[in-house]
Nanobody, 116 residues
Framework: QVQLVESGGGLVQPGGSLRLSCAAS????????MRWYRQAPGKERELVAA????????NYAYSVKCRFAIDRDNAVNTVYLQMNSLKPEDTAMYYC?????????WGQGTQVTVSS
């Protein structure tokens, strides 16, 4: 069955870095564009970063541009989110999302907490 499993979250101090991973299985990963979303308590889920199926096109939310980087390795069916210069406002549950046409799959999320 389809699975998206996020990992790499945790507690980090402001200014620190984390690298999130999302391992995919059960579908043709290389055909899907991949996205990272986040949702903070009491807020709507927001799109953080997106990458095309071949990894040749990326997009970022303005709030994370120049701090976060999305990439993927289709050989191991994994998408990553490198997060640098983390701020307290980056605290949220982070979810990966796979999209192809009308198909959309979600992972269970990984918590990122930025606090001193």
């Amino acid at each position: 069955q389809v699975q998206l499993v996020e990992s790499g979250g945790g507690l980090v101090q402001p200014g620190g870095s984390l690298r999130l991973s999302c391992a995919a299985s059960g579908f043709t990963f290389s055909s899907y564009s991949m996205r990272w979303y986040r949702q903070a308590p009491g807020k709507e889920r927001e799109l953080v970063a997106a990458i095309s199926s071949r990894g040749d096109n990326t997009n970022y939310a303005y709030s994370v541009k120049c701090r976060f980087a999305i990439d993927r390795d289709n050989a191991v069916n994994t998408v990553y989110l490198q997060m640098n210069s983390l701020k307290p406002e980056d605290t949220a549950m982070y979810y990966c999302n796979a999209v192809f046409s009308f198909l959309s799959y979600w992972g269970q999320g990984t918590q990122v907490t930025v606090s001193s």
